[in-house]
């Protein structure tokens, strides 16, 4: 049940949100586990990571309501980890203890990917995960797709980007 507050009272509640801490359970590649604390990003961390994400997609208006969107895969999946490291690094960054570009980039990336969900759900952020597979299929209209890990800049549509 929600309680009425002063709008002094719900102004400094809001603002409080990016003070939200949660903890995550991260597997290491030795099997071990470690919990870390992560916080939700600001609104304008998360135009920073939002605008990477899409940096790689190119966009053109059809006929009608239709829009064709064409992304080079190998970009998208450069801008796309470039976009994880940065939401890791702002959401593992917590008072005294800041997290550098640098220090992210040292992850594996299964931690990388671990610590970015968490993140992405607490602040509300999509992560683009790119399917080839689907791509193809729906591109070409079956459930069939070849193997384009063996092609470079693949262009296709950007039906395969789940949120």
């Known amino acids: 049940m929600?309680?009425?507050?002063?709008?002094?009272?719900?102004?400094?509640?809001?603002?409080?949100?990016k003070d939200?801490?949660?903890?995550?359970?991260?597997?290491?590649?030795s099997g071990q586990h470690v919990v870390m604390k992560v916080r939700p990003l600001t609104d304008q961390e998360k135009e920073q990571v939002d605008a990477l994400r899409v940096k790689g997609l190119v966009g053109s208006v059809g006929q009608g309501s239709k829009t064709n969107v064409q992304t080079d895969f190998s970009k998208l999946r450069v801008l796309n980890s470039q976009a994880d490291r940065l939401l890791v690094r702002f959401g593992l960054s917590l008072g005294d203890v800041q997290w550098t570009d640098a220090e992210v980039a040292q992850l594996?990336?299964?931690?990388?990917?671990?610590?970015?969900?968490?993140?992405?759900?607490?602040?509300?952020?999509?992560?683009?995960?790119?399917?080839?597979?689907?791509?193809?299929?729906?591109?070409?209209?079956?459930?069939?797709?070849?193997?384009?890990?063996?092609?470079?800049?693949?262009?296709?549509?950007a039906g395969g980007i789940d949120h």
């Open 2 to 17: 929600s309680e009425e507050l002063s709008q002094s009272d719900a102004k400094l509640a809001l603002l409080q949100g």
């Open 20 to 29: 939200f801490r949660q903890t995550v359970d991260v597997a290491l590649p």
């Open 108 to 157: 594996v990336p299964t931690t990388i990917d671990a610590l970015a969900d968490a993140i992405s759900l607490i602040s509300g952020v999509d992560r683009l995960k790119v399917s080839f597979r689907e791509s193809k299929a729906k591109r070409d209209g079956d459930g069939d797709g070849d193997d384009p890990e063996k092609r470079d800049g693949d262009q296709a549509e």
